[in-house]
Every structure is written in structure tokens, then in C-alpha cells.
């Protein structure tokens, strides 16, 4: 058993059943409190649905974008329709050579703030770094790294959540336009602009929907993620030094 603490945090709860109703944010959701609870809520989307646009996500997102997230606000079969046009790019990083370039990417960026004395890590390493590492992801120019890096920490809420989300889809739309005017490429946005599903074109709404996914879930989380794992390591430098110690370690570290 682990030592956390917060191993089993619900263990009481989960004698009653495998789900209890919380209130977040002023609305009452319901959390399931098992693993199997968890896999056989997102089997059954009959019962448990993802079409519901703007919904998906906790707290809701209706101020934040005008468009449904693609493919995650679906069901099937829609949803592997969708999920077959974008596979090509989550499959990159399998490729060695896209591996080569990742940790190309991380030697620079460390090698960089390592120059200094002090550093803000979100904003001087993070932030930078996975926007770096997320042109490298929809096969796109480095320098679209300096435009999303200007974005600052999270596109929706940093400042004004409202004005900050509707700036993400102004500059979407200013980037589809100009991959609709010319002949497809193998970049993200040239690939959803010209892509087509159940033998149509992608309307608008729904490239806006890919590429609002594709930014919200490799932005935020991974520079979240890089600031907390940096923080673990200065406060529990063990873990770092066990990690160094043996090799075997790292991909579960990463994943961790």
C-alpha cells in the first residue's frame, strides 16, 4: 500500500456505493468513486453522454468559447470519425526522430535558465518550453512558439477569461483562413482546414473545435505540470536523486 496519506481519501464514501453527489462551483455533479465505476460511466454513453457542448469539462466553459471541443464532445460513432483525422499527429511522438527533437528542445531550454541565477519557472521555463515543444507537435514554424508564448500562462484565464478565450479563436480562424487559401500541408491547421468527415468538409465551428482542444489540452496541463514537477524535486530532492540512480525510472516518473 502507498504511504500517502490521500490513498484511498473516499474509502468511507465508497462503503455507501460507487458514486456520491459533491457541489462545485455552485452546481451539484456527481463523482464516481471507483476505477470500474469510471471505465463502465465511459463505455455507456447512453447513459452517460459527451455530447453536450461546452459541458464536457468542470467547471462549464460557455463564457470561454463559442465552439464544442472536438473530439472529446461527442459519442460514437461520431467520435471516432473525428478522432481518425488527427491520429497521424499523437502518433508522432513514436517517431525517433520527433524524439530526438524533443530532447534537443529540453537540453536547450535547461541549458538556458540554468545561466541564471533565478528564474520564474512558469513564465521563464514552462511557459516557453511547451510552446516550443507544441509547434514541434502540429509540424508548424518555431516561431509560432513566440505568439502562443505572448499568451501568457493560460489562454483562458489569465486576465479575463471571457477575452482571453475569444482571442484564442480569432487567431484559429486568422490561421485556417490562410491554410483554406492554399494547397493542404502537413501542418495541424492545414490538415484540419482541408479535412473531411462522413464525405464533407469540416465546417468551420468544427476546425475551431479541434484546434481549441488541441491547444487547451497541450498548453495548460503541461505547463501546470512542469512548474509542479520542479517543485516536487526542490522540495523532496530524494525522489530526483532515486530517479538519477536508476534509469529504469524516468518514463514512470513522467508519466507519474
Given amino acids: 500500500m502507498s504511504g500517502c496519506p490521500f490513498h484511498d481519501a473516499f474509502s468511507e464514501q465508497r462503503k455507501a456505493g460507487d458514486a456520491m453527489p459533491i457541489e462545485f462551483e455552485g452546481e451539484e455533479i456527481t463523482m464516481l468513486l471507483g476505477f470500474e465505476a469510471v471505465r463502465d460511466a465511459a463505455r455507456d454513453f447512453r447513459s452517460f453522454t459527451s455530447d453536450t457542448p461546452f459541458r464536457v469539462p468542470i467547471p462549464s ?106 482571442m484564442l479563436e480569432d487567431y484559429i480562424n486568422q490561421k485556417l483562413d490562410e491554410a483554406e487559401s492554399t494547397p493542404e500541408a502537413e501542418d495541424f491547421f492545414s490538415v484540419i482546414a482541408h479535412a473531411e468527415v462522413k464525405g464533407r468538409r469540416l465546417t468551420r465551428a468544427e476546425q475551431v473545435g479541434f484546434i481549441n482542444l488541441a491547444f487547451a489540452g497541450g498548453r495548460d496541463t503541461i505547463i501546470h505540470s512542469i512548474g509542479a514537477l520542479l517543485v516536487l524535486c526542490y522540495e523532496q530532492p530524494e525522489i530526483l536523486e532515486k530517479i538519477r540512480q536508476n534509469e529504469s525510472l524516468v518514463d514512470l516518473a513522467a508519466e507519474e
Fill in 61 to 166: 466553459e460557455e463564457t470561454m468559447r463559442s465552439v464544442r471541443q472536438l473530439p472529446i464532445e461527442t459519442d460514437p460513432p461520431e467520435h471516432s470519425q473525428y478522432v481518425r483525422l488527427i491520429k497521424p499527429f499523437f502518433h508522432r511522438p513514436r517517431e525517433l526522430e520527433y524524439v530526438a527533437r524533443v530532447e534537443a528542445i529540453l537540453r536547450e531550454a535547461l541549458s538556458d535558465v540554468m545561466l541564471y541565477h533565478e528564474i520564474e519557472v512558469v513564465r521563464d521555463l514552462a511557459l516557453p518550453l511547451q510552446s516550443r515543444l507544441l509547434t514541434l507537435l502540429f509540424n508548424m514554424d518555431e516561431s509560432e512558439a513566440d505568439v502562443w508564448t505572448g499568451w501568457g500562462i493560460h489562454v483562458f484565464h489569465d486576465g479575463d477569461g471571457e477575452e482571453k478565450g475569444f
